[in-house]
């Protein structure tokens, strides 16, 4: 048997993706209502961080306790990992041992590789390439304000990073438009747009990318591991910070969202991400609920 793993969104078809949105939905009024559902009882996840994470770490083991089931978390300070030991041999060994695995890393080419060698599920907790468990929850925040996201407008506004092409991707799947504006030299990465090229549009004027949308997010302007850069991208993004005045652009009810941590004063401004258009919260607390629903498509089925 073929093992399924969700190592980038396109690892699901549109149906499945949309599906998996509303069982999510489903999932959230249940625990709401206090209802228990424990469909991994005896289930174990494997968590390894090789980067910093509240949102996914916490929501990952909240779900897994959630459902009757444990989550391991380990870092490669404290594994053999750190040390050097093959990915190979680790995924054989920790997929000998639990149900499904989630890796936040670096390069993608390291999940595909854990992948690779794993007997059971493989998630993708975010690579230097994608983030495609935070697509889940950003789609059920806008489903759950707005309605089907299909034929609406999206503005990413800044960095042509990991959670750009990801949305690049919820873009294809879901049949939405996505402008792309970013300073020159941080567009996103040429094979994504190949991919995506008939849902996307690169926009280099802010204002103008941010007209008529009905959403627009944004996301740190140096990701984890480019720390080092951040002076230089402050000036290069400073025309890219979501304020206001870009606000009033879009439509009169965009709704305005950010994967968290965000640097108040840099891409977001406080009024923005802490006023009414912005639904950042809804989208932190869907991280559970959403990967609560891909848990039980990749455990359960
Ligand atoms: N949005 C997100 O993935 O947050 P963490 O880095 O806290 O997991
Ligand atoms: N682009 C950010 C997302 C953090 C959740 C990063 O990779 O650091």
Not at 93 to 113: A, G, N, P, Q
Not at 131 to 153: F, N, S, V, W
Request: hydrophobic share 40%; proline share 3%.
């Amino acid at each position: 048997m073929t093992v399924r793993h969700f190592l980038t969104l396109t690892d699901l078809n549109s149906d499945e993706f949309k599906a998996l949105l509303h069982r999510a939905i489903e999932l959230k009024a249940m625990q709401r209502n206090g209802e228990i559902y424990a469909p991994l009882k005896n289930k174990v996840l494997a968590m390894i961080f090789e980067k910093s994470s509240t949102r996914t770490r916490v929501s990952f083991e909240a779900g897994m306790a959630q459902f009757g089931g444990h989550a391991i978390f380990l870092s490669p300070r404290d594994t053999q990992l750190g040390r050097g030991e093959p990915i190979e041999d680790s995924s054989r060994v920790l997929s000998s041992m639990v149900d499904c695995i989630m890796v936040r890393t670096f390069e993608h080419e390291k999940i595909e590789l854990l992948a690779e060698y794993s007997s059971v599920p493989v998630i993708n907790g975010l690579t230097d390439d994608v983030h495609p468990c935070q697509l889940l929850a950003d789609m059920q925040t806008y489903i759950e304000h707005r309605g089907d996201i299909q034929g609406k407008t999206v503005t990413w506004v800044g960095d042509g990073n990991n959670m750009c092409h990801s949305y690049m991707h919820a873009a294809k799947l879901l049949d939405f438009k996505l402008n792309i504006t970013c300073p020159e030299g941080y567009e996103p990465d040429q094979a994504f747009i190949d991919e995506t090229s008939q849902h996307i549009e690169i926009i280099s004027d802010p204002k103008k990318a941010c007209e008529n949308s009905d959403l627009i997010v944004t996301d740190v302007w140096a990701s984890m591991g480019q720390e080092e850069e951040q002076d230089l991208r402050v000036k290069a993004f400073k025309p890219y910070q979501v304020n206001s005045e870009l606000m009033s652009l879009a439509k009169d009810n965009a709704l305005f969202m950010h994967c968290l941590p965000a640097h108040r004063g840099e891409e977001v401004s406080a009024n923005v991400i802490d006023g009414k258009q912005s639904v950042a919260w809804d989208e932190a607390e869907n991280r559970l609920h959403a990967q609560k629903a891909l848990l039980e498509f990749l455990l359960v089925g």
